[in-house]
């Protein structure tokens, strides 16, 4: 099959029959000679596959949609959850050397800390102190300091 795909590209394409190398044609392109160029996401022919993958996607989300149902997990579900090292890389986005402690108590809110220690009731853990420090502090210092700056402005 592949024999028969290389002889019809060259007797398609004028050029390639001088030439000693053919790529075979996908069934995408059976009536076109690729030749040795690459179908580029632009192209004429991949327009209607990636027209295609579109409706099916809409498709897929309407009926998770329907079913009322989200298949996307959050990150921080995933296994391989490494929180320092997310905690890097935000910091590292944001062009700042901010401390991982610092950024940790930022991104604790109150409900967060509540809800891990119904978790802890919940499962009948005692005795286990977590040390997790709200951003109530944080946004209060914050608040002061941005009143302030109004202020003397």
């Known amino acids: 099959m592949l024999l028969r795909h290389v002889v019809r590209c060259r007797a398609l394409c ?3 029959q001088q030439s000693q190398l053919c790529l075979p ?8 000679c690729a030749g040795a160029r690459h179908l580029g996401h632009r192209s004429k022919v ?6 295609e993958f ?3 996607r809409a498709l897929v989300e309407l ?10 997990d959050r990150r921080s ?12 890389a935000f910091s590292a986005r944001l ?5 991982a402690e610092l950024l940790m108590e930022a991104f604790t809110t109150q409900g967060y800390v509540d809800a891990e220690l119904d978790k802890q009731r919940e499962l009948q853990i005692e005795g286990v102190d977590l040390n997790l ?4 502090e944080l946004s209060e210092r914050g608040l002061q300091l941005i009143e302030k700056v109004i202020v003397d402005w």
């Open 133 to 136: 420090k709200t951003n109530d």
């Open 46 to 51: 991949m327009k209607p596959v990636f027209k």
């Open 77 to 88: 579900s995933f296994l391989d959850w490494n929180y320092p090292s997310e905690l890097y």
């Open 14 to 16: 004028p050029r390639l």
């Open 63 to 72: 009926n998770h949609k329907l079913k009322e149902e989200n298949p996307i």
């Open 54 to 56: 579109n409706e099916r």
């Open 25 to 32: 044609v996908s069934p995408v392109t059976e009536n076109r």
């Open 95 to 99: 062009g700042e050397s901010i401390p």
